[in-house]
């Protein structure tokens, strides 16, 4: 099994010996997919940082007593969508890693 770093590193060298191997695989779809899903990795880091500074903030209104209850709950109603918008990243992110693992003759080992 090979290292999705490695492969990503060294796509050349890994076609040439999956060539000599006999194995017909091209690393093509499977390099696009391991893409989309370090950028929807990165599009959930992103969003999970946002939501964290939007509780922090929410939790420095509360602490601050500030009595302006559209302002925490617009703050809450963002939160709640932030975490929507998480989750949905995540499997996304998931399918796509899903999808690399079912490409025929993938020898490529798909972990974080």
Sequence with gaps: MLDVKFVRDHTEEVQQALV???MNLS???FLTL???RRELLGQVETLKNT???VSLEISRLKKAKENNPLYG???TDETKELMKQVALGRK???ETKLKMST???NPINIYE
């Design 20 to 22: 000599k191997r006999g």
């Design 27 to 29: 690393l093509d779809e």
């Design 34 to 36: 391991e893409k989309e």
């Design 51 to 53: 939501r964290n500074t």
């Design 73 to 75: 709950k617009t703050h």
């Design 92 to 94: 996304h992110s998931e």
């Design 103 to 105: 490409i025929k003759g």
